[in-house]
Nanobody, 126 residues
Framework: QVQLVESGGGLVQAGGSLRLSCAAS????????MGWFRQPGGKEREFVAA????????AYTNSVKGRFTISRDNAKNMVYLQMNSLKPEDTAAYYC???????????????????WGQGTQVTVSS
């Protein structure tokens, strides 16, 4: 079992940057694929980015490609989401999630992820 705690959210102006962090507990973390999802107010949660267990395979939703970068440090049990050139439409609660079964792959669907953090709010002002 893995417990996930996100941090790094906040208020930023359009064009600015934030780095979200996700701290994971449990020895199995290094074997899990990890993902970031977001949920704008009043809307459904959506996939943002994912990374496989080794960090060698990443995936992004089209709207963040070239602006966001997902990475991980297995020695520290951490996953990161570097967000640059932020836009007001990036405003959302951001969630870290763990996929125990993907291994070499990344999966963009919520039901692939068994463990979720509590979320961290990102607000981008125009």
């Amino acid at each position: 079992q893995v417990q996930l705690v996100e941090s790094g959210g906040g208020l930023v102006q359009a064009g600015g940057s934030l780095r979200l962090s996700c701290a994971a507990s449990g020895r199995a973390f290094a074997t899990y694929a990890m993902g970031w999802f977001r949920q704008p107010g009043g809307k459904e949660r959506e996939f943002v980015a994912a990374i496989n267990w080794s960090g060698g395979n990443t995936a992004y939703t089209n709207s963040v490609k070239g602006r966001f970068t997902i990475s991980r440090d297995n020695a520290k049990n951490m996953v990161y989401l570097q967000m640059n050139s932020l836009k007001p439409e990036d405003t959302a609660a951001y969630y870290c999630a763990a996929d125990p079964n993907a291994r070499w792959n990344t999966r963009p669907t919520e039901n692939a992820y068994d463990y979720w953090g509590q979320g961290t709010q990102v607000t981008v002002s125009s």
